[in-house]
């Protein structure tokens, strides 16, 4: 058998010239106006032949521009054709004559003339239309050519947008809609009757609806023609800096609007073409019975011309934005005048219609209906009083209208982005164009319920709208906050989706989400704050009921995992870490707003997990855990000596370590509230000064002990920092201001009758000998003596030193270092401290001699080998004891003092006289010490028994949406441990748990 190599088609056959098949087409559609009832159809089969001749005609085109060098040349020669057989001319005269036949059809003074303008109408419809579309479109490509200012193309695109022109498609699509309520309506009292749909009467009635969608949906494209004329010119007007048209006669002066874009607006406005779309969209539920509804081809031609009407108003708007920025400076509020209104304002009108506002409502409700939101709010914004077809067959059906073929999944899409801009987004920059004022939209309570409805369906393209009026803005507090909580939630979920991290375009989304939460949360004018009590609960209900906080965890998660890839990779870029830090410092600020977002609700018994919609199980918990599991990475990641740039490595750890100070002051009021609960408990055997007591309780201690091993090597690289480090004098001060804080905590987990303890071995864990050794070493590099700095360390000091199982580690820590070892890593621990408070000392001198002396006193007790003379305790107990006098002034429970007075029975005012009098003012600071080793082995009282999280310290696995997800197993031999893989579980074993498995195992 001889095959033949396959060859590209050629074009269709078309055996008359183009020409000859227009000029027929309109002479056979002409006829049809003057048809009676026993030629129509004869006179409909005419006009089809010619329908589909030109049809053949349009696909043979098609397949020339497919293998055209220059499609500009086939585009040209095919609208020169156009013009000369006057296509606008006979379309124009073709709607009108379609006005007359739907009256016809629906008021004719005969059955036998209603009868024949039924028939007419589809054919009628299709020899006005089918040319019309196809020109539009031929018109759109050679713009996309950029020829748009071909002499032919100017002359059919001003024919197409004449006055004349406009306002018969305006009257066609009326007709149109009000055809199809006429025959639907007729249908339904027919199946009432007990009809046939199968009769013959009842095939015309079908017909012809369908040919009303066919026309509404060609007319919708129509529409189109005159958005992207607009926005050409609009952005001609931008770039040429100034208009050439007139100011609008109404309103407030602005700058001159182009003349092509007064005119499209005129003309526009005075046709009534957009309204006119969107009412005709907009058709009422009917059909041959309820059961059977509206036929698949008129839904498929009503979701197209919704389309196509959101993209013409979005494209309006757009212009509208365009001429805006070309005449005022955005980020300069004063360069647009009080009183002027935007150059975009004749634009701004047409979208200020209710019909249009009625469309944008109705699109926007199918759209929360499509992501299974429906009924509530979707189902209130179906857009006329008998409800939408479109809409309301698609609820009846249970299945969503979508165009079909190939790429239906991203055309649906593209589908739900054009209707959200043209809705949520369109209102947003209508505000802000015209400067809060909200007559160009609906009410702003039903604006910001239909964006928290569609965020809350999943659609993360939610604008949040400009603020309003200081009333009008609280009104609408609630659901604005909901709703930027749920599309947070929807941006997280879209990153997972594709993968860890997401790409840049998303993280720049759920900043913008976040961003939006924090405005709102922390506005104390038209936020959260300035609500009524009960209201506050019920936004408080519903950020829980959005899993608010599990999106914050789940942020982070994505975006420690995304940071750790792109430090690794040498393709890192400026931008990726820059959205980086502003989500995680937008995270730390929502956590300072406790009223919103409560990590621990305040009342006992309150159910903090589990709570309905995205909250889950340890969700309030998990944004601690996992910025505890991040701090103890990035702190790792200090160990090494620095290298290099560090401005983005420190703009991390620094905002990380914002995220674990906010997390935890947000939870600290509640969990002392329920750790002086549990204490009152008579049943209730577990000290919280041994162990933790509760899953709150270790998860706060998680925290904190992650807060100071980030903290310490942080201070140390601002006792190094300079601008060889990349250190700015700014972060500097942050770093300086982080370490004094994170500091201050550690006096109130220890002092005696503190509200919120920790246990021993979880204050062990947080390494508190490295913290003050680098915050010792920072004391004297500060630029200026810092108090806070200074009476932070020493009540630190202090506060160990009496304290009744840490004071002998803190003398230890103090005491000399052995012969032959230093106070760092190799030496161990003791001694660890002393070389670094001794440097401190000159600079504590200077800021106050009382508290100067204390810390000498402290470092005098820990050098003496056989404590005082006499006294049966030891050098333990008279350190202690001098550490509690000390702590006593500090609180001020004992007697005024100038100095204090040791043990055995000398003044700490004369080891400041004795300092003085070495000139220790004057000392020069020695080299910058490394940090001491980190404790390995810190006991069972150290272990997080009830949290779910990895046991590995230094796991690095974000998978999960939270900690607790992670596929975590214990380990077979203490079942004290969780490790999330293999991985994990073989690398703590080498670093700590060999040794204290069997330890664990022991006790239970």
Known sequence: MVTQAASRPGPLPCPRPLAQVVRRLFVSADLLSATSDSGAFDRGRACSSEIVAFDEHCAANEQQLASASSPASVLATWLGVMRDEQVVQQTLKLLRTLVVCCNAARAGSTVDAATAALVSLPYLGQAATGPLRYLVMQLGRLRSCDQPNLPLAQQLEAELTSPEFAAAAAAALDGAAATCRSMTAWMELGAAGGADPAQEGAFVFFHAVESCGHIIAALADYAGLFAAMLDDASRRGARNGSGDGPAASSGAPHPPVPADVARLAGVLASSQLLPAVCRAVLLPPGGFGRAQGPTPALLQQLHAASGAACRSLLTVLVAAVVLHEGAYDDEDEDSQPAEAASPGEPLLELLAHPDVHRLQRATLGRLIAHGGGGGGVAGSASGSDGGWALALEEERQGWAVLPLGPSMHRATES??????????????????????????????????????????????????????????????????????????????????????????????????????????????????????????????????????????????????????????????????????????????????????????????????????????????????????????????????????????????????????????????????????????????????????????????????????????????????????????????????????????????????????????????????????????????????????LARTLLAALVALAAHEQLSSRLRGWLAPPPQGGGGGGAGGELGCLREAVQGAVPCLLHIDQRECGMVLGLLKLAADDDGISGESGGGGDAFRGAGLAMLDQLLGNAAPSEWTTLPDGSSTAGLVRELVARGAGAEVMGPVAALPAAFRQLGPSAQLHRLRVCGNTLCDNFAAASEGELPLKQCSGCRAVRYCRPECQKAHWRAAHKTECAQLASRG
């Not at 959260?528 to 599990?550: N, V």
């Open 415 to 788: 589908h739900h982005s054009v209707v959200l801009q043209a809705s949520l987004y369109v209102w947003a920059a209508t505000l802000r164009l015209r400067g809060g004022v909200t007559g160009g939209t609906p009410p702003q309570r039903e604006v910001a319920a239909l964006a928290a409805a569609a965020a809350r369906a999943g659609f993360i393209g939610v604008q949040l709208m400009p603020l309003l009026p200081e009333g009008e803005a609280r009104a609408v507090a609630p659901d604005w906050l909901e709703a930027a909580a749920w599309a947070a939630a929807a941006t997280v979920d879209a990153m997972s989706a594709g993968g860890l991290g997401g790409d840049i375009e998303l993280h720049r989304m759920l900043s913008g989400h976040l961003d939006n939460l924090v405005r709102l949360a922390g506005n104390k004018v038209a936020g959260l704050a300035s609500l009524s009590p009960a209201a506050q609960l019920g936004c408080r209900a519903r950020l829980a009921a959005a899993g608010t906080l599990r999106t914050l965890d789940a942020a982070l998660r994505l975006t420690a995992a995304d940071d750790a890839r792109a430090a690794a990779a040498t393709a890192a870029t400026t931008n990726s870490h820059a959205h980086h830090v502003m989500a995680v410092q937008l995270v730390s600020t929502l956590l300072n707003h406790s009223d919103a977002l409560p990590i621990l609700p305040s009342a006992s018994g309150v159910q903090q997990q589990g709570q309905q919609g995205r909250g889950g199980e340890g969700d309030q918990l998990g944004v601690l855990v996992t910025a505890a599991k991040w701090a103890r990475l990035l702190a790792d990641g200090w160990e090494a000596p620095p290298v290099g740039d560090l401005t983005a490595a420190v703009a991390t750890s620094a905002v990380v370590q914002g995220v674990l100070e906010s997390g935890m002051r947000n939870s600290e009021t509640s969990l002392r509230l329920r750790l002086a609960e549990a204490e009152a408990q008579p049943e209730n055997s577990c000290d919280p000064r041994v162990r933790c007591v509760s899953l709150e309780h270790e998860a706060y201690a998680l925290a904190a002990r992650s807060a100071c091993q980030l903290a310490a090597p942080l201070a140390l690289c601002a006792v190094r920092g300079g601008v060889a480090l990349g250190v700015s004098p700014e972060q500097h001060a942050v770093l300086v201001e982080g370490v004094t804080r994170v500091l201050w905590h550690l006096p109130a987990w220890l002092l005696p009758g503190a509200k919120l303890v920790l246990p021993v071995g979880q204050v062990l864990a947080a390494q508190p000998h490295r913290l003050l050794a680098a915050a010792a070493q920072l004391l004297p590099r500060t630029p200026e003596p810092h108090v806070s």
